[in-house]
């Protein structure tokens, strides 16, 4: 079941060669330095305010405009920034754009309302002579401020009637929020950005008739009122094929269902069922392995509003279905006559009656205040972006950094009718030259498709009225040249034409230690094994590798793994062992990082290292003492570093314990002792570096065999044939290892990115057919002034994670618990996140072996601001980069170098 | 006359071929799931009505398991439309699975791709053709002496070396050590300018190459036996020097051969050498059919195929045509 739910994450594809990737984002790839490794380390130019002129909650510079400088210009080389990416953007258009690819042009050409900045001592952040306190940055510390907006306000109690907040609502506040705009917004060619325009633009982005791909994240992430009933109004309505009747009425069993297309509504309460749904029979009362068999192939083919299209294909296995359905009701179905089960069969169908009622546009909640320059947006969460005291919250920039705005004409002479028998709209927008407006420090001004681009500095970008600006961003002009070869790019990178480069195999032996490479640890990227294990698919394909279903053979296999020395012979210099589903980047609570002891960052939880603990076998005795293999008595910190993931000797044993399951029952997982197993390693290319991976799975899969009935008998196919399909195949169960799949993203927000593990229904999850809603956990939560404080509770995993995430109620859960952000202890919420990611890992479905914490080069011509990431500046970025030779000084010193700057990029000090 | 209805013939059973072959490609190809670019958290349906949306598919449903699917009409009719699309309107369609590419007019980016690959081509051979021919004219003429072994040696070494290394160590010695000449081609549009013929250079030795070898090796061998011919012996008693009966007599006899190897070596590149391209960063043709066939974009696909086609099949006749102006006894065709 397809289920429409934004989130900030996207899966990602590790191991895959995907050089011309549309699919991935964020990939964690020896190619990835090709989508822009200009952004290594460096953020997307977000203007900030000087926390010593941002009024707290208020109004900077309330008239816009020129300011009053009062910062020095100071005399600071300025250069152009050359470097490569191995794939073209295609399409940046804020509506549509498809990966990170598309973001490279993105990120500098559009702005934010709101921003994070360093946080400076004292606020200081000039020196007298204009240049930027470098050793004033208070480490680990930030500032949220205002940029392209003047002023966020709480407006939730004020707003008209009709958007029908309650008085509970209006008290709490955070559902309505008035932003006012600069007033000297304007795009390159000098075009005026008012208010209307950002009404005009989300208009065109929720417009139904467009179906803009990235609307999602404004009416499922922030959720503006009605803007989800907008943009699918003109979906189809499911009416029941057999009207509803009473009691004293005849049925109207005229439809005719052969000629026309009908619809199974698993989750639909409106079919005759006494008001239940077909999920809800099968799930509660009838609970068989068969019927919830004969659940998952309907809802299996549901489309994106729940309902199964029913053909000549599937007619059977949906009549299957509501034979079982019936049951609970002490229905036979095999002993009704033909025109019995033909009539219950209808009443269980729908049709498409129409489509969606249109909603006006003044019914969703956003609309423009011109003569305030103000736009107003009325939303169906509440969100804290403003703290008690008025000042922007971590949120506001999280959440709420900008919404999307387009050039009215252009985007209007960008639009393209619907081809004929066609119903959507398309547009080109922002995906050449001719199509693209900037509102951002930097503007397009050159390019070719498959080529190159070339971005200058915009001179009608309002940050350079800002005072906060002053003296920064002196790149003037980023050159961008596909590269597709390693080599060339790295010879550029040693003759000076190019100013970065990535730390690959190739180059990791002799430059790890260079003073000139950056190691990123700011990276959400988690990535590892899949392993398919849905015994239904598995037997019945021809592969013999019913297995894999078995819990301790993926276990062994994951015992089996060396994290280290994958990270050393797969991905040097470019990942980190990582054991936990969510790696370092991951924070629980960023808004009081730099104040807590484990830093807010989730994996430096107690409650964290000890679920993981417990997920690689550790035990912990009543003196809170950790053993573990041959270890013991160790603290929770010592034993969480002892840790490897890697036990042989463990191994061993589980994949004994795994052979004589399957051993004792072959039939149960379909397996023939004569055959050999084979195991789809599924790949989006064929390359080299790909089957050296699946060479390497197998030689740990021979070691683990070795010497067992299934010595030999393990074989490992490469099959790239699914291309960039490779997460479609892996999920159909096409292909059974997915080598280097993960997730990145949301970063300061585990507990809701652990659903696309543990939370069938999302759509991110590799392993669907997982059915945690029918596998119970139980767990003692903590005490406390919160619903269920001190309750031993048991309910379904799924169950959990919508508890978790404050969703239990509006998804139907059994159990409704609210424990989602600001309604349970933190410390409650980590526990259960832990509990998920205990129970996930100890599945061995998904087996997370690496971190991203690659390592990027940043050439002798620039330098970055600060040596410290910083968890929201990174490195400081283009912003703040230093230019440290001129292009005039640069040339000379390439040219004094001999053309070759390896000897210079060799150096550690 | 006789070569004219030759040439109308070949024409003609050329363009039957193409057909042939065009028609095949597309029913194989329509055979295929459909390619879609589904991004984690997007919803398939939408995907496949914005495609349908721009003209690139019809007729999209939901089929069983849920895989869309789309043109429900059969196979020769969708084939129709693409053919009157193509003759009516000159669309070849759209990229909507090759990401860098995606919704890009698949002609234009074709044809704004064509100019760097023919100029290095071209390049290639007015540079390979010259070195080659003389290489082996001088290695023929000084046969068995050190001036032939040493070029022996030089054609036995681009012929052994792959061409990716020798790419490689142009690149590393002329582009990185000496600095000579830039690692890349240059973006500049304006091609016959010193600086984009400059940047070229590299790539265009990566490719002669194994042609000057390849060129020097036949003229040599067919130039020496030549050479042997009894006609060369009356040539010379007929009073004509040495070097009148080798370019008047000896050459054009040894050309028969040659040229046309010229010939077809000259169009076969015209499709681009992947390798060369990517590792000069030149924007030419040489991986958008790999790239087509990876992605699974169709519609680019048929255009490259359709063009590669007509390339081979042109080759053929051009070749075969060639002949007969090298060589006048030569006459095809005649009864």
Known sequence: MFKNKMKKVLSVVLALTMVFSMAACGGKDENDEGKGSIASGIQTPAPTTAPTTAPVGGDENPSGGEEQPTIKPAEIKQAEYNTTTSVMPSNWNEFTYADNNDTQIMNYIGSSFFDYDYKFENDQKFNADGSINKDGIVPGAYTTNYSAATKLEDVTSSVDAKWGYTDAQKAEGGYAWKITLRDDLKWDDGTPITAADFEYSMKELLDPTFMNFRANTYYDTLMIKNSKAYFFSKSPIYAPVVPAYGADETPDYSFDITSNEVYLGVDSTEMTLAGYAITDLITNYVGTAEATAALAVIADEANEFGYTLINAENMQAAKDLLAYALMPFGIDWAGLDAETQDAYFKEALFYVSGYGQEVKWEDVGIYAIPEENAIVLCLDKAYSFLKEDGSLSVWAPYYFSSLPVVHKAKYEASKIAPAAGATLWTSNYNSSLETTASWGPYKLVEFEAGSHYKLVKNENWYGWNMEQYKNQYNITAINCRKVEEFSTKWMGFLNGSYDDASLQTENVADYLDSKYVYFTSTSTGTFGMQLYSDLNTLKNSENNNGILAIQEFRHAFNLALNRSDIVEKIWPGSAVPCFGLLNVAYYYDIENSPELEDGGQYRNAVVAKEGILRAYGFTQDANGKWSGGDLSGLSTEDAYDSLTGYNPTLAKQKMQEAIDILLADPEKYGYDANKDITIVYGSSSDTDKQRFRCSYLQEVLDGLTKGTALEGKIKLVFDASAGNQWAEAFRTGKTQIGFGYG??????????????????????????????????????????????????????????????????????????????????????????????????????????????????????????????????????????????????????????????????????? | MYMFKYVMKRLGLMICTFFIIFTMVYVLIKLLPIPTNVLPGQDPEIVMRTLEGRGWITNIREGANGVWEYDRVPILLQYGTYLKRIVTSGDFGIATTYGEYLNMNIWKVFINHLPPTILINIYSTIIGVPIGLGLGILAALKKNKWQDQVINVVIILLISVPNIVLALMLQYVFCFKLGWFPLTMSTSDDYFTWEVFRSMIPAVFALCLGSIAGYARSTRAELSEVLTGEFMLLARTKGLTKRQAVLRHAMRNSMVVIFPAILGEFVGVLSGSLIIEKMFAINGVGGLYLNSIIFQDYDFFMLLSAFYTLIGLTAGIVIDISYGFIDPRIRMGAK
């Not at chain 1, 593990?757 to 919160?786: K, Q, R």
């Not at chain 1, 919420?829 to 100890?842: D, N, W, Y």
């Open chain 1, 743 to 909: 997730f990145s993203g949301n970063a300061f927000n585990p507990f809701d990115i652990v659903g696309a593990f543990v939370n069938p229904e999302d759509s991110l999850n590799y392993h669907m057919y997982w059915d945690t809603a029918n596998i119970d956990m139980t767990l003692t939560m903590p005490a406390g002034d919160y619903a269920g404080a001190g309750e031993t509770i048991t309910m379904s995993i799924q169950n959990w994670y919508y508890c978790l995430n404050g969703l239990a109620e509006t998804e139907g859960q059994a159990k409704t618990y609210n424990w989602g952000e600001g309604f349970a202890p933190v410390e409650a919420r980590l526990m259960i996140l832990s509990a998920l990611e205990e129970v996930t890992i100890k599945e061995s479905r998904s087996v997370m072996l690496i971190a991203d914490g690659g390592g990027s080069f940043l050439g002798a011509k620039f330098a970055y601001f600060s040596e410290d990431e910083h968890t929201f500046m990174g490195f400081g970025g283009l912003r703040y980069m230093e230019v440290m030779y001129t292009d005039a000084e640069w040339a000379d010193f390439v040219a004094a170098n001999g053309n070759d700057l390896s000897k210079e990029y060799m150096k550690s000090e």
